[in-house]
Nanobody, 117 residues
Framework: QLQASGGGLVQAGGSLRLSCAASGSIFSILAMGWYRQAPGKQRELVAAITAGGSTNYADSVKGRFTISRDDAKNTEYLQMNSLKPEDTAVYYC?????????????WGQGTQVTVSS
């Protein structure tokens, strides 16, 4: 139900935009978010957005990443600027039926982001 795309290889300082398309007609009432998992590390929440548009970011990405959503397109985005090698990870989109929850109910397949130094 969630399809992530937009990952790739980029040099440090560059930008990428991830997209996550959701199927179904309930997108507008879902909380959405992005997680990432680097090799040997636990999955961590990167950014989240409630159904009402309130956002929350991990300290490590504040000021560099922006999460947004387009309910008309059933799609959420993660704009990543000023990328650093430590941002390298598999990024997963997630959704939750609770419109204000940290999203955990549904998961996308993951998209690889690699930042070279």
């Amino acid at each position: 139900q969630l399809q992530a795309s937009g990952g790739g290889l980029v040099q440090a300082g560059g930008s990428l935009r991830l997209s996550c398309a959701a199927s179904g007609s309930i997108f507008s009432i879902l909380a959405m978010g992005w997680y990432r998992q680097a090799p040997g590390k636990q999955r961590e929440l990167v950014a989240a957005i409630t159904a009402g548009g309130s956002t929350n970011y991990a300290d490590s990405v504040k000021g560099r990443f922006t999460i947004s959503r387009d309910d008309a397109k059933n799609t959420e985005y993660l704009q990543m600027n000023s990328l650093k090698p430590e941002d390298t990870a598999v990024y997963y989109c997630a959704a939750d039926q609770n419109p204000i929850a940290t999203p955990r109910d549904y998961w996308g397949q993951g998209t690889q982001v690699t930042v070279s130094s």
